[in-house]
């Protein structure tokens, strides 16, 4: 049997991680008109944008590609003394969306996290693993948006395939 839900593929996303102190942080990234996330493991949205508190002085900030350009220039340093590393790292990642009536029994799956809306909220953003590989997992409306390596896409997307179809 099949799950009822529709994963695909995202085209490329403007991605950026940042290290380091919050406070330096929110001051670098305030020309891009976000705010931290209030909890770790959250994200913060707006206009398309979203920055994720991933860990201790981590966040990810994902964005769609067309801001790319406009993100490089304004998360780039206009103050030596706000120090904190910021690396665009787009290449890297592969996004999929998985949505549908069985997003959160797809994830069940592919994640030992527990991403049910009682555990994992509107807002949910973490690190976790798909198929025994390392992956962010952020709600999405009536589902689910993830992104692994790039390297390791192909696999992904056989796994998600094998999922869906029942293993057919």
Partial sequence: MGYQATIKKQAVWAIFDIKGNASTVAKRIADTGL??????????????????WIGEDHWLLLAPVETEDQLLERLEPQNSSLDCRIVHVSDAYTL??????????ILAI????????????????A?????????????????????????YADMITAYFDKVTTGGR
């Fill in 110 to 125: 592919a994640s030992p996290l527990n991403t049910r809306q009682k555990n994992f909220p509107d807002d949910g953003a």
């Fill in 96 to 105: 999929f969306t998985v949505t549908g009536d069985h997003a959160d029994d």
């Fill in 35 to 52: 705010s931290l996330p209030s909890r770790a493991n959250t994200a913060h949205a707006k206009n398309g944008q979203h920055l994720c």
């Fill in 127 to 151: 690190y976790t693993e798909f198929f025994g590989i390392r992956g962010l997992v952020l709600r999405w409306p009536n589902g689910y948006l993830t992104a692994v390596e790039r390297s």
